[in-house]
């Protein structure tokens, strides 16, 4: 059968093009290119498969120590076609909201400000043809001198410099440590979807005076900066204990394990793949429709928490011998939703409500559909529900809850001394919420 929604590659990316620069003044009024509001974004619709990670470990969130040795943070990304690209790449130091900080670049980069990525490898055996970048950091050309957050931006300088890509990455300096304790939340409404965290900071070795003004904490979920709980000064202190025990502020729904996929190989279907096709220049994948879980019970089974793993089963673990395919999505739904709308979401969707990744209503299958161009790999997704007037995102309406479910949390705690210029990060830390005392 021949669904509505197949379409050939090179007419989806061409529209997929034209769709997201006809949305991007829409999608980036406070995010633009001149002025991409410090969050990690692309801007050039022919790089995909980004990936900021601590090295040999693709799924690990980017928090690096200030002292990290060569390399310990590896940027990868793919730009579509042949062609040679001049890439470019500097670090920007920002406060704890993510706001420049008031240092100049040569007091928190050692080296030069800004530097090219020489790394760079032709794909092998692929019927997409592009080039894969990478980029180590710390390097020999730059290294950074300050803990706190920082903005790892990417220009493409072939014709006219322009902005390209943002990545936020954090750098502790490990001086601090903190108990974490997962408590059900008491909240009765709460108390069978939500994940409440408390926990204790020690500040052992340093001197804070005023920790409720010096000390904020925020809190994410899954590496996902869209879920940051923050800022939240310590609720109290016990000597060199700061302590973060509040009832019903640091909680967070759970969700259920992720929806997923396993592209490792065109040969066979891997899990939840109805249907690989061969169109001789390009791969095109139909995964199994999916249905709404909102009511389903729960089942635990290990996932990667919304990310995704780059990986070719055929192939000798090379990133540039991973192909791409134009992949299907279809939900099912008898009718559609009023004044909503669906969209496919996790690390394959950059953490963003992208238009790409926006579903359309199928009256011919009853059912969302949406393609999207991904490489080879292990994916995790979900669906979230917007509301069109408002904005808001539903993330239980397809879903659903259950205070069981595995998540990540990342805790990232940062001192600010009267008179100091930066937020120093103190701790950095990820908690897994299975691990309960």
């Given at each position: 059968m021949k669904y509505a929604f197949d379409l050939p590659t090179r007419c989806f990316r061409k529209a997929l093009q034209l769709t997201a620069l006809a949305l991007l003044p829409f999608f980036s009024l406070a995010q633009s290119p001149a002025n991409p509001n410090n969050e990690s974004?692309?801007?050039?619709?022919?790089?995909?498969?980004?990936?900021?990670?601590?090295?040999?470990?693709?799924?690990?969130?980017?928090?690096?120590?200030?002292?990290?040795?060569?390399?310990?943070?590896?940027?990868?990304?793919d730009h579509l076609g042949?062609?040679?690209?001049?890439?470019?790449?500097?670090?920007?130091?920002?406060?704890?909201?993510?706001?420049?900080?008031?240092?100049?670049?040569?007091?928190?980069?050692?080296?030069?400000?800004?530097?090219?990525?020489?790394?760079?490898?032709?794909?092998?055996?692929?019927?997409?043809?592009?080039?894969?970048?990478?980029?180590?950091?710390?390097?020999?050309?730059?290294?950074?001198?300050?803990?706190?957050?920082?903005?790892?931006?990417?220009?493409?300088?072939?014709?006219?410099?322009?902005?390209?890509?943002?990545?936020?990455?954090?750098?502790?300096?490990?001086?601090?440590?903190?108990?974490?304790?997962?408590?059900?939340p008491v909240q009765v409404s709460?108390?069978?979807?939500?994940?409440?965290?408390?926990?204790?900071?020690?500040?052992?070795?340093?001197v804070v005076q005023y920790p409720q003004k010096e000390v904020q904490a925020f809190v994410l979920q899954n590496g996902d900066w869209r879920t940051t709980i923050g800022p939240v000064p310590p609720f109290f202190v016990r000597g060199d204990q700061l302590v973060f025990d509040y009832q019903d502020k640091i909680v967070f729904p759970a969700g259920k394990e992720w929806r997923y996929f396993d592209m490792r190989t065109f040969d066979y279907r891997g899990d939840y793949i109805r249907d690989i096709r061969n169109m001789r220049d390009y791969y095109q994948v139909t995964l199994q429709t999916d249905e709404n879980w909102s009511g389903r019970t729960y089942l635990d089974y290990g996932d990667i928490n919304g990310r995704f793993s780059i990986e070719n089963n055929n192939a000798n673990q090379g990133l540039n011998e991973c192909d791409?395919?134009?992949?299907?999505?279809?939900?099912?739904?008898?009718?559609?939703?009023?004044?909503?709308?669906?969209?496919?979401?996790?690390?394959?969707?950059?953490?963003?409500?992208?238009p790409e990744f926006k579903m359309r209503y199928e009256e011919s299958v009853k059912a969302?559909?949406?393609?999207?161009?991904?490489?080879?790999?292990?994916?995790?997704?979900?669906?979230?529900?917007?509301?069109?007037?408002?904005?808001?995102?539903?993330e239980e309406?397809?879903?659903?809850?259950?205070?069981?479910?595995?998540?990540?949390?990342?805790?990232?705690?940062?001192?600010?001394?009267?008179?100091?210029?930066?937020?120093?990060?103190?701790?950095s830390a990820t908690m897994d919420s299975r691990l309960r005392n």
């Open positions: 974004r692309i801007y050039d619709m022919d790089i995909l498969s980004v990936q900021l990670h601590l090295v040999g470990a693709p799924l690990t969130f980017p928090m690096v120590p200030l002292n990290a040795a060569p390399g310990t943070l590896v940027l990868q990304f042949t062609d040679i690209r001049d890439y470019l790449y500097t670090l920007e130091h920002c406060d704890a909201n993510w706001q420049r900080s008031e240092l100049d670049d040569n007091e928190y980069i050692n080296g030069f400000t800004e530097d090219r990525i020489i790394n760079s490898y032709n794909s092998y055996n692929t019927l997409q043809q592009y080039v894969h970048f990478s980029l180590g950091l710390p390097n020999s050309n730059m290294r950074w001198t300050k803990s706190g957050n920082y903005l790892l931006k990417v220009y493409d300088n072939t014709y006219e410099k322009k902005l390209v890509l943002v990545r936020r990455f954090v750098v502790v300096e490990m001086g601090w440590s903190v108990a974490t304790e997962f408590v059900r709460k108390l069978n979807t939500h994940q409440e965290i408390d926990f204790t900071v020690s500040t052992k070795g340093t791409y395919a134009e992949v299907l999505f279809s939900f099912k739904q008898n009718l559609p939703l009023d004044n909503e709308d669906i969209y496919v979401y996790g690390e394959l969707s950059d953490w963003q409500l992208k969302y559909v949406c393609e999207a161009y991904l490489k080879q790999g292990y994916y995790n997704y979900k669906y979230l529900v917007v509301n069109q007037k408002t904005g808001k995102t539903d309406g397809f879903e659903g809850n259950w205070y069981e479910t595995g998540n990540d949390y990342q805790i990232l705690v940062y001192y600010r001394a009267f008179g100091q210029r930066y937020d120093r990060l103190m701790l």
